[in-house]
């Protein structure tokens, strides 16, 4: 019988069938991060039980850790204490961490994919709802809770219902000046942010095969947005191509077989879904978000929509709010905002080809008078790379501060928070109320529309700036 991707890597991982149409599955990479691991850890220690298979559990320090030049731990005593607790649960599990120091450190969701251990047909568990990230490489990845987290330490399995089916066909190819971030903040603001609830999404079509690794992963990062705990898409040369060599993966001889097995993880071509989406790509024009929901989309050259005509009657008072929170009126338009900083970071849009296409923008420019950028790499090897070519001075040049990697202002954990009702301009996923910090006002946006915002001081993107001065 034809096969969904999602088909093959369950059928492949269940080790049984338990009541209640639940499955047992065994899980092949587990990751952690200090801020859920923690506490993880210290439950399966405090029931004595040992971490089943630590080879396949690797840890990182990302959301509580200090993005200042040269920091070691937290920027408070509490957050230093969480990053010792993670070093010591982590030593005495015996399961690798990617400390401050070591050279592999960054976002979690960053590192899985840049080291190699993050790979075609497996399954992927994280207690952080954006692991559907490393779905983009035709993994079975979704974020898992801490009681979860607890049972796949100790277990190395997970209890789970299967998900149904839904693939998103990206028709066509985008228009020049479209990324992936713009993508799918389009099909969010299309379908709404329940739309996946229950589904596990593949992403297919011309559009989404045109796309390199980085920015398959920005797409998948943000399904959890649409509600789906899973995002995927089939493996294929670009996968295969990012893959190789990298630290955890397969190398020589055991490469060209994984590649054979690899192949065989996509879906059939027969295969049905429980629903499909067809997106004409080419409509697709640069994205912004203007309230408070990843749902509550604009493009940049369009105003700021009217609740009282411009939704359905249900979303009517929730447009209302989120308007009054942004201080936005509808009609405005989307690029006459004033903005008061502007955050490329997070695990959306914090690779190397993301500070690429932001620097492209700001080579030659810089950021408005009062403006405030922060630059922050999702990996140190993202970090190194960008300097070795010289990103990092393109960016402090243009104004811009150059951190240390971390989730940082994406979620101001560590501290790094957008002041009461100042408004940023941030490439992450999520535009909450007090998101970034009590009062802050947040707009999604491509690490493009990042850079030409920061340049004009309001809402922007690269075609709307004045050419450079020669
Ligand atoms: C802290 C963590 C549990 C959380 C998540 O699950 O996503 C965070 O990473 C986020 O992005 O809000
Ligand atoms: S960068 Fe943001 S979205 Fe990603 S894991 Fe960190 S806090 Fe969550």
């Not at 049972?151 to 839904?166: C, D, E, N, Y």
Request: aromatic share 6%.
């Amino acid at each position: 019988m034809p096969a969904t991707m999602l088909d093959k890597i369950w059928d492949a991982h269940v080790i049984a069938s338990l009541p209640g149409e639940v499955s047992l599955l065994h899980v092949d990479r587990h990751l952690m991060h200090e801020l859920t691991g923690v506490e993880a850890l210290r439950k399966v220690a405090g029931r004595q039980l040992p971490v089943r298979d630590p080879a396949l559990t690797f840890a990182t320090l990302d959301h509580v850790t200090s993005t200042l030049p040269l920091a070691r731990d937290g920027d408070e005593p509490w957050s230093t204490r969480m990053i010792q607790a993670m070093r010591a649960e982590s030593r005495a599990h015996r399961i690798p961490l990617f400390d401050v120091d070591d050279g592999r450190k960054g976002i979690v969701h960053v590192i899985g994919p840049e080291l190699g251990l993050t790979l075609p047909g497996l399954t992927v568990v994280c207690g952080d709802s954006h692991t559907c990230t490393h779905g983009a490489f035709g993994a079975l990845a979704w974020g898992i809770g801490s009681s979860e987290v607890a049972h796949v330490l100790a277990t190395q399995t997970i209890r789970q219902r299967k998900p149904k089916s839904m693939r998103v066909n990206f028709h066509g190819a985008v228009t020049e000046g479209v990324t992936a971030k713009d993508m799918i903040l389009h099909l969010i603001g299309k379908l709404g942010t329940a739309a996946g609830t229950g589904f596990a999404i593949e992403y297919a079509g011309p559009a989404i095969r045109a796309l390199d690794m980085e920015a398959r992963m920005t797409l998948c990062n943000l399904s959890i947005e649409l509600g789906a705990r899973q995002g995927m898409i089939a493996p294929d040369e670009v996968t295969f191509r990012y893959i190789e060599g990298r630290e955890f993966a397969p190398q020589g001889t055991m490469f060209d077989r994984a590649i054979e097995a690899w192949r065989s993880v996509a879906s059939d071509d027969t295969a049905s879904f429980d629903h499909e989406v067809d997106i004409d790509s080419a409509a697709i024009r640069p994205t912004v978000t203007w309230g408070t929901s990843p749902e509550h989309v604009a493009a940049i050259d369009a105003i700021v929509p009217d609740p009282d005509h411009d939704c359905d009657p249900g979303a009517r008072a929730a447009w209302h709010r989120a308007l009054a929170y942004m201080r936005l009126e509808p009609g405005q338009p989307i690029n006459t905002i004033p903005i008061d900083r502007v955050f490329i970071g997070s695990c959306t849009n914090s690779r190397l080809s993301d500070l690429r296409e932001a620097a492209s923008v700001l080579q030659g420019r810089h950021i408005a008078a009062g403006r405030v950028g922060w630059v922050v790499p999702g990996s140190l090897q993202v970090k190194r790379d960008a300097e070795r070519e010289g990103l990092d001075k393109v960016f402090t040049r243009a104004g811009f501060e150059w951190r240390e990697p971390g989730c940082s202002m994406c979620v101001g954990a560590n501290g790094d928070m957008v002041a009461p009702g100042q408004r940023c301009v941030s490439t992450s996923n999520r535009n909450f109320v007090g998101r970034q910090g009590p009062g802050a006002l947040t707009h999604l946006a491509s690490p493009a529309i990042a850079a030409a915002s920061a340049v004009a001081g309001h809402l922007a993107a690269p075609n709307m700036l004045p050419e450079r001065r020669p």
